[in-house]
């Protein structure tokens, strides 16, 4: 079904918005620190229509689901929360929202940590900007996306994914500052290119999970008297606080000085001995990996011709991220995939990304 054949009439306007993978800086952006994202080739894509009575109504072509809007202070659940937490945000920015018609197709993969709703909030933004000559800017678009997140899906996320989606491409990276916003746009490493393999375990606990690490981070920071984990550089600071909290600080702290490593300029080799340590640091320290996880990126880790891999989003399942030598990452991929199903698991290849065209 499309657009017309949903609603009776062509749409009035459309835009579209990335999904991304993170390729260091796991966990550090809810602790003002610093992340490099880059953009995938799948991609949310929202239309809209002006709606003839004065409910809005929000279809999903991947669920095949109608949801309407009559009741503004009846919030909806699953895809549509999401929508409807834009629409609120903006009309409470003081924007007049009429009642719409909106159309959503997505080639994000959901539940692999590939912010599939980051996708959703900013090409539901972006296509509001265009319909309605709104003046927000692509960062703030980013804010208001993030606070759809937090205020209506219940995750206390930090902006990487919005900002991602929302300002890198799939040839760059995106080195950005979570604190003061400042960003880098920074080529991929030399002679590499990016391999994203899903666990095929879904992620499960996230958002109680990952509730949980922020609360965390934050009780470490205070017990450190500093405002967030970002100010600690020294990573022996650290040492005077209790279990969990040291751990979860060593995480953080370490993270953040990855990323600042590969900001000086590193070799493919060197990026890939970090992403390494990342994962070793999110498995032990952080503990948000699964074995399915720690197998597919161990599997990743001994193949020749990857320089490094790591699990990648929020972890307790989904997918893991590997630089890899050009050219050679859809071989890498079937030689990993037949060893880790073997292993009974059922992952599967999601960048380079094989028969996007169907998916869209
Ligand atoms: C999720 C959140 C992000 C970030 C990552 C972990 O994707 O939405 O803000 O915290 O987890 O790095």
């Given at each position: 079904?499309?657009?017309?054949?949903?609603?009776?009439?062509?749409?009035?306007?459309?835009?579209?918005?990335?999904?991304?993978?993170?390729?260091?800086?796991?966990?550090?952006?809810?602790?003002?620190?610093?992340?490099?994202?880059?953009?995938?080739?799948?991609?949310?894509?929202?239309?809209?229509?002006?709606?003839?009575?004065?409910?809005?109504?929000?279809?999903?072509?991947?669920?095949?689901?109608?949801?309407?809007?009559?009741?503004?202070?009846?919030?909806?659940?699953?895809?549509?929360?999401?929508?409807?937490?834009?629409?609120?945000?903006?009309?409470?920015?003081?924007?007049?929202?009429?009642?719409?018609?909106?159309?959503?197709?997505?080639?994000?993969?959901?539940?692999?940590?590939?912010?599939?709703?980051?996708?959703?909030?900013?090409?539901?933004?972006?296509?509001?900007?265009?319909?309605?000559?709104?003046?927000?800017?692509?960062?703030?678009?980013?804010?208001?996306?993030?606070?759809?997140?937090?205020?209506?899906?219940?995750?206390?996320?930090?902006?990487?994914?919005?900002?991602?989606?929302?300002?890198?491409?799939?040839?760059?990276?995106?080195?950005?500052?979570?604190?003061?916003?400042?960003?880098?746009?920074?080529?991929?490493?030399?002679?590499?290119?990016?391999?994203?393999?899903?666990?095929?375990?879904?992620?499960?606990?996230?958002?109680?999970?990952?509730?949980?690490?922020?609360?965390?981070?934050?009780?470490?920071?205070?017990?450190?008297?500093?405002?967030?984990?970002?100010?600690?550089?020294?990573?022996?600071?650290t040492k005077i606080l209790p279990e969990p909290l040291q751990r979860r600080a060593r995480h953080v702290v370490t993270e953040n000085n990855r990323v600042l490593e590969v900001l000086q300029g590193v070799t493919s080799e060197r990026f890939g001995e970090l992403m390494n340590a990342s994962h070793a640091s999110l498995r032990d320290d952080y503990e948000v990996s699964v074995p399915a996880l720690d197998r597919l990126v161990e599997i990743l880790q001994k193949t020749e011709g990857v320089f490094g891999a790591r699990l990648t989003g929020a972890g307790f399942g989904g997918a893991s991220v590997a630089l890899v030598r050009s050219g050679e990452s859809k071989g890498i991929a079937t030689h990993v995939l037949e060893q880790y199903n073997q292993a009974?698991?059922?992952?599967?290849?999601?960048?380079?990304?094989?028969?996007?065209?169907?998916?869209?």
């Amino acid at each position: 079904m499309n657009f017309q054949q949903v609603f009776g009439k062509p749409p009035e306007t459309e835009a579209s918005a990335p999904g991304r993978v993170n390729l260091l800086g796991e966990h550090t952006d809810y602790n003002d620190g610093f992340v490099l994202p880059t953009a995938i080739p799948q991609s949310t894509t929202v239309q809209l229509g002006f709606s003839s009575d004065a409910q809005h109504h929000f279809y999903s072509e991947n669920l095949n689901e109608q949801v309407s809007i009559s009741d503004i202070n009846h919030q909806p659940s699953g895809f549509a929360s999401y929508i409807f937490g834009c629409i609120e945000l903006l009309q409470k920015a003081g924007y007049t929202i009429p009642p719409l018609c909106v159309y959503v197709n997505s080639s994000v993969p959901m539940g692999s940590g590939l912010s599939s709703s980051a996708a959703l909030e900013v090409a539901t933004l972006r296509a509001l900007r265009q319909l309605l000559n709104l003046p927000i800017d692509d960062v703030e678009i980013a804010q208001f996306a993030q606070q759809a997140e937090i205020q209506y899906a219940g995750v206390q996320c930090g902006i990487m994914d919005q900002m991602a989606s929302s300002l890198a491409d799939t040839e760059h990276i995106l080195f950005l500052d979570t604190r003061t916003l400042e960003r880098r746009v920074m080529p991929l490493p030399e002679k590499a290119e990016i391999l994203v393999i899903d666990s095929g375990v879904p992620r499960t606990l996230v958002s109680s999970g990952y509730n949980q690490r922020r609360a965390e981070c934050e009780e470490a920071a205070r017990s450190l008297g500093v405002k967030a984990l970002r100010d600690i550089t020294d990573v022996n600071v650290t040492k005077i606080l209790p279990e969990p909290l040291q751990r979860r600080a060593r995480h953080v702290v370490t993270e953040n000085n990855r990323v600042l490593e590969v900001l000086q300029g590193v070799t493919s080799e060197r990026f890939g001995e970090l992403m390494n340590a990342s994962h070793a640091s999110l498995r032990d320290d952080y503990e948000v990996s699964v074995p399915a996880l720690d197998r597919l990126v161990e599997i990743l880790q001994k193949t020749e011709g990857v320089f490094g891999a790591r699990l990648t989003g929020a972890g307790f399942g989904g997918a893991s991220v590997a630089l890899v030598r050009s050219g050679e990452s859809k071989g890498i991929a079937t030689h990993v995939l037949e060893q880790y199903n073997q292993a009974g698991y059922n992952g599967r290849i999601l960048v380079p990304s094989l028969g996007l065209s169907d998916a869209a």
